[in-house]
């Protein structure tokens, strides 16, 4: 428009004085500064908006959901609308002053009508998964609760176990005055800068590791463990889950930020008790709260144990396309071993695709299979632990689930969303005489993708800087990338920009928060940092071969998650499609 401007001023007989270089910067700033917040207005916007939906749909029955779900769906929807009036304000200086003034009045009423009181039933210290339901989330957690629901009401198996409830979890903070003390280190920390976060984090656990069980809780744990190994028979190892308040829950699943310690022994039984635990207060656990906007008294840790299944198999299924509302197939992820290597990010693993029936048909189908190479597997070690060994040659390009139980999966995914009425994201394993269990089930993430740019349209954006891989969260962003590949590189990561990763692994979600865009060289949909990354709603590309090799550092890039492309620069008619994908 500046050519037009100029031709209609000299017509008109009109001398403008240019700007300096330092008035154009300063204007540019200030424009830029506006755009971010807009950008930033428009998130929240639509962060707040998911909310009301969720809690609507729960409101409509099915789901499992305690007072912690609607206290830490308040708080963030709180955060979102204080986000919305803050950057609006930035756009237009002193025209929406009262919007604060109201915001504080009606957060007075909320904080009011929600003040947080821990659920005080007459429940022992730790109880058996076998009377654990839905009614018991506020007791024992939505990870377990649903557990018990999927084997009480839906009869679909699940490794028999036992929780550690609310009042375990309070008996122990407050021994020592362990939970005071927590509290003096939070308040006397800058949470907002990284450097600062992650020494409270260390400091944090470590006090927790070094407090010891009060005796009546070490007495109930040992005591249900006993029971469980007289009923299974003899040398029982068992996983040990976390089951926070409010994990698993629409919009805050909280994946991969907490520990999961697997083939623990009775001998070691009450350090990875305190391990658990101690990961609520882990540098990515702590930074997702402090992002999702939930306050730490709203998150008790409760913690599950089940016996370990011989697992020869294992992975994710999705009942739904994660990045495709429109795909109604179940998508299953699986690699041979535990299922530890698809939720850790750590390998690319088999795809199957399998098809609703079609109408008048009646069974489910296998619509596409992609056998992944696959080099490694976890198992079980024979004393506790598990160990990452070599795959046997026969088993590297073999898959590692055949056709009968992938359609049995997927029976079971679907079964799940119809009872919960909602797209599930569901852990399994496959045990050495062919039966299926369900580990852990929680509502999908889900982010739809814009519609991708034909191949021969692309063109109109230059020459790519590389492709390849799959979307694990849709959308586009621009940035300079910052490789991260030690938890010192982490510490150092400049907001805004784009991570460049080997591994999609859960710890780097403490970045979320300010990434443009994330690119991997591994990794798959189903892995925990993935469904964070949906939830956060940063674009992210996985199995991206090369990419450490091939972006540059402080490069300027324009990821195009949705069709797996990087280009050089910022594309402004790509970030604009994201924007509206973003919008609708």
Not at 8 to 32: F, K, N, Q, W, Y
Not at 513 to 525: D, H, K, L, M
Not at 533 to 554: C, D, K, M, Q
Request: glycine share 8%; aromatic share 6%; with cysteine.
């Amino acid at each position: 428009m500046a050519w037009l401007r100029s031709i209609v001023d000299r017509m008109a007989g009109i001398t403008r004085e240019r700007p300096s270089s330092t008035e154009r910067e300063e204007r540019r700033l200030a424009c830029r500064n506006q755009h971010h917040s807009f950008q930033i207005l428009l998130a929240a916007n639509s962060r707040a908006l998911e909310l009301m939906s969720d809690v609507e749909e729960v409101l409509h029955g099915g789901r499992v959901f305690g007072m912690s779900f609607v206290r830490a769906s308040c708080t963030a929807m709180s955060v979102s609308v204080y986000n919305v009036i803050k950057h609006l304000d930035n756009i237009a200086p002193g025209k929406y002053q009262q919007l604060f003034s109201r915001f504080d009045s009606i957060q007075t009423q909320i904080t009011e009508a929600l003040a947080p009181t821990r659920t005080k039933m007459n429940t022992d210290r730790v109880v058996p998964l076998e009377i654990v339901d839905k009614n018991l989330a506020d007791v024992v957690g939505s990870k377990m609760a649903n557990l018990g629901e999927i084997t009480s009401q839906i009869g679909l198996p699940v490794p028999a176990g036992f929780v550690v409830t609310v009042r375990g979890f309070d008996e122990f903070m407050s021994q020592d005055g362990l939970q005071e003390e927590i509290e003096r280190l939070i308040q006397a920390t800058k949470v907002e800068d990284m450097s600062e976060r992650f020494a409270l984090s260390a400091q944090i656990q470590q006090k927790i590791m070094e407090t010891k069980l009060p005796e009546k809780l070490e007495h109930s744990l040992f005591e249900q463990f006993d029971i469980l190994n007289k009923r299974l028979g003899p040398n029982l190892h068992i996983s040990l889950r976390s089951s926070a308040l409010g994990e698993d829950a629409v919009g805050t699943s909280f994946a991969g930020q907490f520990r999961s310690l697997l083939n623990v022994d009775r001998d070691t039984l009450a350090d990875a008790y305190r391990e658990v635990v101690a990961s609520l207060y882990g540098l990515p656990a702590l930074s997702y709260r402090l992002n999702r906007g939930i306050r730490d008294e709203d998150v008790a840790m409760c913690v599950g144990g089940m016996a370990m299944v011989d697992s020869v198999a294992g992975g994710v299924v999705y009942s739904r396309s994660p990045v495709n509302v429109r795909d109604r197939a179940v998508i299953i992820h699986a690699v041979w071993g535990l299922p530890k290597l698809v939720v850790d990010g750590k390998a690319t693993p088999d795809r199957i695709e399998v098809s609703r029936p079609h109408p008048g048909e009646s069974v489910l189908h296998i619509r596409s299979r992609v056998t992944a190479h696959k080099t490694e597997k976890y198992i079980c070690r024979k004393e506790e632990g598990v160990v990452l060994v070599e795959q046997p040659e026969e088993q590297i390009d073999a898959p590692a689930l055949g056709d009968d139980h992938a359609l049995q999966l997927a029976d079971m995914a679907t079964r799940l969303e119809d009872y919960y009425g909602t797209p599930q994201d569901i852990e399994w394993c496959l045990d050495t005489y062919g039966r299926l269990y369900i580990l852990q089930c929680r509502p999908l993430a889900r982010r739809d993708s814009a519609e991708v740019v034909p191949e021969a349209a692309t063109r109109r954006y230059g020459e790519p800087v590389s492709t390849g891989g799959q979307t694990a969260s849709p959308g586009v962003g621009c940035g300079p990338v910052y490789r991260v590949e030690s938890d010192v590189d982490a510490l150092q990561f400049p907001p805004g920009s784009v991570l460049v990763t080997r591994l999609a692994l859960p710890k780097w979600a403490s970045l979320l928060n300010w990434c443009a865009a994330v690119v991997t060289e591994q990794g798959s949909v189903t892995g925990h940092f993935a469904n964070v990354a949906r939830e956060f709603g940063i674009p992210v590309i996985t199995g991206h071969t090369g990419a450490l090799s091939t972006l540059r550092p402080r490069r300027v890039v324009t990821v195009d998650a949705d069709g797996c492309v990087i280009y050089p620069g910022c594309v402004d008619d790509l970030l604009q499609r994201g924007s509206l994908a973003l919008i609708s």
